[in-house]
C-alpha cells in the first residue's frame, strides 16, 4: 500500500513539473525587445516573424490591416495602397515571407467564422499574387473571431475584427 501510494505522488509531481515548465514567462507574443523590427516565435512555425508596425513603417503604410465589411471578402480600393506596398516588398525581397491573418467579428458560428476569415486571407493573398508575389512567400491562416481587435460588443468593436492581418515572418 505505501509502495502504491508513492507512485501516486511521484507520478503528481512529475505532472507537475513538466505542465510548470511548458508555461512561459515571455509576453503572450513571446516579444523579444532589444532590437528593431522585434522579432518573435509565430505561432505554429519555428520562424521568425517581424513587429507588424515596424513593417508597416518600412512599407510607408499606417497598418499593416485590411479590414472587411460585414460577411464580406471583397477589398475595399481604399486597401490597394497596402496591397501595393506589400507587394512591391514581397517582390524585391524574395526570401521575405508573410503570413496572412483572416478574422472575422464574433456574429456568425465558430466554424462559419473560420471559413470567412480563411476566404478573407485567401482573397488578399490572390491580390498579392495578380500583382507579382510568389505563392511561396504567402501562408495564409483563418482565426475566425478568436482573436478580436478590440473588446466589446460594438459596431465599432465588430468593425475593427473584420481584418486580415499581414505579418511578416522574415524580411
Not at 505554429?44 to 518600412?58: L, W
Not at 471578402?73 to 516588398?89: E, P
Not at 490572390?126 to 466589446?152: F, K, N
Request: glycine share 8%.
Amino acid at each position: 500500500m505505501k509502495v502504491n501510494n508513492l507512485s501516486r505522488m511521484l507520478a503528481i509531481t512529475a505532472i507537475s513539473v513538466f505542465l510548470a515548465a511548458c508555461s512561459s514567462s515571455k509576453n503572450q507574443a513571446g516579444v523579444q525587445n532589444g532590437f528593431a523590427g522585434a522579432q518573435s516565435a509565430g505561432i505554429g512555425t519555428n520562424e521568425p516573424f517581424v513587429n507588424s508596425d515596424y513593417m508597416a513603417k518600412v512599407l510607408g503604410v499606417d497598418k499593416n490591416t485590411i479590414y472587411f465589411d460585414f460577411d464580406k471578402t471583397y477589398i475595399k480600393s481604399q486597401y490597394n495602397y497596402i496591397i501595393q506596398a506589400n507587394a512591391n516588398y514581397l517582390k524585391s525581397h524574395p526570401s521575405a515571407k508573410i503570413r496572412l491573418e483572416g478574422n472575422t467579428d464574433p456574429q456568425g458560428s465558430r466554424e462559419y467564422n473560420i471559413g470567412l476569415g480563411q476566404r478573407r486571407a485567401d482573397q488578399v493573398a490572390q491580390q498579392l499574387e495578380l500583382q507579382g508575389v510568389s505563392s511561396q512567400q504567402i501562408v495564409t491562416v483563418s482565426y475566425g473571431q478568436e482573436r478580436p481587435a478590440m473588446l466589446g460588443d460594438s459596431q465599432q468593436a465588430y468593425q475593427s475584427d473584420r481584418r486580415v492581418d499581414i505579418v511578416y515572418m522574415s524580411q
